[in-house]
């Protein structure tokens, strides 16, 4: 069975731009969570989906907004970028919403983000 | 404002010995907590989890144990393998989301 998949894996946009991360969680996994990690630090929430709807959301500004899909699948969007949002965006999957104890997420291979 | 702490930056260990890796935790709300193993340019792997209501969990040559009082815990991995170097973070989960630690670098000494 296929794991979390992420696109693109590696890219590079200028301060300013806009950019969309893709996410498809593991089948039949119905909440997907956002995380940003910068070198040297552990992994940030970002943003939380289950269902369709938002179900939590990080210390990150406006500029960040996300949304799942019908099929469960997720976009991370990021606006305006800063070169302070240069990291790896990791996406999680899990079967139910976070809010429930004992739910495991499991990680994508991450999208490697580079503001120059 | 870290509620989950590794203040181990990186640790050393001979092949066949234990490591033992630590974390601590401020919020006594949280009641699930996880371990995650993440190789460069990959991203983190589950490892081994514990509930609140248990002090132990062991899974193979991975133990995680569990402090509440000393909102404390620690995993152990017996005996540790060259493959087993990597960064590990140690999670924590409360009602809304998932925090992490910095990580802590495991080197294992062939």
């Known amino acids: 069975d296929a794991g979390v998949t992420q696109s693109p894996t590696h890219l590079i946009k200028t301060r300013g731009q806009h950019v969309t991360l893709r996410c498809s969680p593991i089948?039949?996994?119905?909440?997907v969570s956002w995380y940003q990690q910068v070198l040297g630090q552990g992994p940030q929430f970002i943003f939380q989906?289950?269902?369709?709807?938002?179900?939590g959301r990080g210390n990150f500004p406006d500029r960040f907004s996300a949304r799942q899909f019908p099929n469960y699948s997720s976009e991370l969007n990021v606006n305006a970028l800063l070169l302070g949002d240069s990291a790896l965006y990791l996406c999680?999957?899990?079967?139910?919403?976070?809010?429930?104890?004992?739910?495991?997420?499991?990680f994508g291979e991450g999208s490697w983000l580079t503001v120059v | 404002d870290q509620q989950v702490k590794q203040n181990s930056p990186s640790l050393s260990v001979q092949e066949g010995r234990i490591s033992i890796l630590n974390c601590d935790y401020t919020?006594?709300?949280?009641?699930?907590f996880l371990w995650y193993k993440k190789y460069p340019a990959e991203g983190p792997t589950f490892l081994i989890s514990?509930?609140?209501?248990?002090d132990k969990n062991e899974d193979g040559r991975f133990t995680v144990f569990l402090n509440k009082s000393a909102k404390h815990l620690s995993l152990h991995i017996v005996p540790s393998q060259p493959g087993d170097s990597a960064v590990y973070f140690c999670?924590?989960?409360?009602?809304?989301?998932?925090?992490f630690g910095t990580g802590t670098s495991l080197t294992v000494i062939p």
């Open positions: 919020n006594s709300m949280f009641d699930y």
């Open positions: 089948s039949g996994h119905k909440s």
């Open positions: 999670a924590a989960s409360a009602v809304d989301q998932f925090y």
């Open positions: 989906y289950y269902e369709k709807e938002e179900r």
């Open positions: 999680a999957s899990s079967l139910f919403s976070q809010l429930n104890s004992g739910n495991t997420i499991y």
């Open positions: 514990i509930s609140s209501i248990k």
